[in-house]
T-cell receptor, first 111, second 116 residues
Framework: GDSVTQMEGPVTLSEEAFLTINCTYTATGYPSLFWYVQYPGEGLQLLLKATKADDKGSNKGFEATYRKETTSFHLEKGSVQVSDSAVYFCALRYGTYKYIFGTGTRLKVLA | DTGVSQNPRHKITKRGQNVTFRCDPISEHNRLYWYRQTLGQGPEFLTYFQNEAQLEKSRLLSDRFSAERPKGSFSTLEIQRTEQGDSAMYLC??????????????FGPGTRLTVL
């Protein structure tokens, strides 16, 4: 079946370091891909998305490119801040509503 | 704040008791979703409503679970005869179906259930 695999956390970085969180997927079709972020005590928030191969999603300095050949959607940010500390979820979606989420990767950024 | 709200935020109950959670979606949103998130896992889809109609239920939703959205606005999720395996975060999300392929889902903060 379809699935999403994320790198295990926690990931601990110093402020201004480069961030990569790996995400790979298994899918029978051509899903849309998403990154969600969950700050402590809050609900999931959409961070960025890509709906087809080679699309690049970007938001708040974060980027991810939909790579069909490697079935990947890695999240990157050039310079992280303490305020980026959160749990990040990679997800795929077919159609208009049904998500399959990864297990989440906790990011901790130290000042 | 006009986001998705959920009540209660935390619920502790004893095994065998019934519990009910409430979700208030963003007011104009016609779709509402329930997810379950266990510790160390991502959210898993449980069910969704288009207005008051429940259009899909996951196999995760056993007979002890029932969800309603009686007037197409707020929704309730009831778990009967709770079991320790029901301990999880229950997330609600809502979206506005515009007929487009993609409609963003907005998530609430969740209700954390602990079954003792």
């Amino acid at each position: 079946g379809d699935s999403v695999t994320q790198m295990e956390g926690p990931v601990t970085l110093s402020e201004e370091a480069f961030l990569t969180i790996n995400c790979t997927y298994t899918a029978t079709g051509y899903p849309s891909l998403f990154w969600y972020v969950q700050y402590p005590g809050e609900g999931l928030q959409l961070l960025l998305k890509a709906t087809k191969a080679d699309d690049k999603g970007s938001n708040k300095g974060f980027e991810a490119t939909y790579r069909k050949e490697t079935t990947s959607f890695h999240l990157e940010k050039g310079s992280v801040q303490v305020s980026d500390s959160a749990v990040y979820f990679c997800a795929l979606r077919y159609g208009t509503y049904k998500y399959i989420f990864g297990t989440g990767t906790r990011l901790k950024v130290l000042a | 704040d006009t986001g998705v709200s959920q009540n209660p935020r935390h619920k502790i109950t004893k095994r065998g008791q019934n519990v009910t959670f409430r979700c208030d979606p963003i007011s104009e949103h016609n779709r509402l979703y329930w997810y379950r998130q266990t510790l160390g896992q991502g959210p898993e889809f449980l069910t969704y409503f288009q207005n008051e109609a429940q259009l899909e239920k996951s196999r995760l939703l056993s007979d002890r679970f029932s969800a309603e959205r009686p007037k197409g606005s707020f929704s309730t999720l009831e778990i009967q005869r709770t079991e320790q395996g029901d301990s999880a975060m229950y997330l609600c999300a809502s979206s506005l179906d515009t007929g487009a392929l993609y409609n963003e889902q907005f998530f609430g903060p969740g209700t954390r259930l602990t079954v003792l």
